[in-house]
């Protein structure tokens, strides 16, 4: 679980084909890893990947191929700069909200305009999944909790303040960038809960 809050800001060092899936090398100077151990989660710009090996300031992960299918982690190539969070600890304060770093979908910038200090970027969700995101509402772009400020059919906006753009890699978002969607966990089991069994 973690809560959409980024703590650093690494990259892709190395991208490994294993039998069909990819080994990732993720770099993270700004990240702590002396607490991090083999089997504990990362969540990389919002997939909860698993390390698997410690390298200095770097971590290896696995990603299967489900997971290269249904996230922008297929694009993946050295060099590409990732939103880094923890896992959530027992008592550690809960900034954003809930997020499970499983990936519903890729949404897509549809566009990006100046709103006084913030930005203001407008996402296309897949269909499917417009139904889960609520005005108000959280989302979780790339590893990033946000709050949607109007929803229209499968396009949301959101706000991006000064702070976000500064230590997240939300500031290289252009019009046709494809980003990973969390939908509010929330919106998932009320759904389920409502649902004839």
């Given amino acids: 679980m973690f809560t959409g809050i980024v703590q650093s800001v690494g990259e892709v060092r190395a ?22 151990a083999i089997g504990d989660s990362i969540s990389c710009s919002g997939c909860c990947l698993t390390v698997t090996r410690i390298e200095g300031d770097a971590f290896a992960a696995d990603a299967s191929l489900e997971t ?11 060099g590409q700069r990732l939103n880094l969070e923890k896992a959530l600890c027992a008592g550690q304060p809960l900034g954003g909200h809930y997020v499970t770093g499983h990936v519903d979908g890729i949404a897509s910038v549809v566009d990006r305009v100046n709103d006084a200090r913030s930005i203001r970027v407008q996402f296309e969700a897949p269909v499917p999944l417009a139904r889960y995101i609520a005005r108000k509402g959280s989302v979780c772009i790339d590893g990033v909790s946000l709050t949607v400020n109007d929803v229209e059919g499968a396009r949301f906006s959101v706000n991006l303040i000064p702070h976000t753009l500064e230590v997240t890699t939300l500031n290289e978002y252009r019009a046709g960038t494809r980003v990973n969607l969390e939908v509010d966990i929330i919106a998932r089991y009320l759904e389920r809960l409502n649902a004839p069994v």
């Avoid at 490994?16 to 702590?32: F, H, M, N, S, Y």
């Fill in 15 to 36: 991208v490994t084909p294993r039998g069909g899936d990819v080994e990732l090398l993720i770099g993270a100077p700004g990240l702590d890893l002396k607490s991090v």
């Fill in 68 to 78: 290269l299918n249904v996230t922008t982690l297929g694009q993946w190539a050295a």
